[in-house]
């Protein structure tokens, strides 16, 4: 991510799957879910679904 538009898109994806907080800036996203719902691969599908690469 290298700009606003892009920490929008991602934001936008990942809270699809309405998780219990997140903040996203350039080059990062902190996302805190209930694993019970949300697995981590679905946060990682909704990234790379927005058009970028996760790094872990």
């Known amino acids: 991510m290298s700009c606003q538009h892009c920490v929008m898109a991602v934001k936008k994806e990942i809270s699809k799957l309405n998780v219990e907080s997140l903040d996203v ?32």
Not at 27 to 36: L, M, Q, S, T
Not at 39 to 54: L, R
């Open 25 to 56: 800036k350039i080059g990062e996203a902190k996302v805190r879910f209930n694993e019970i719902n949300i697995k981590p691969e679905d946060i990682k599908k909704s990234i790379t679904d927005a058009g970028y690469i996760v790094v872990e």
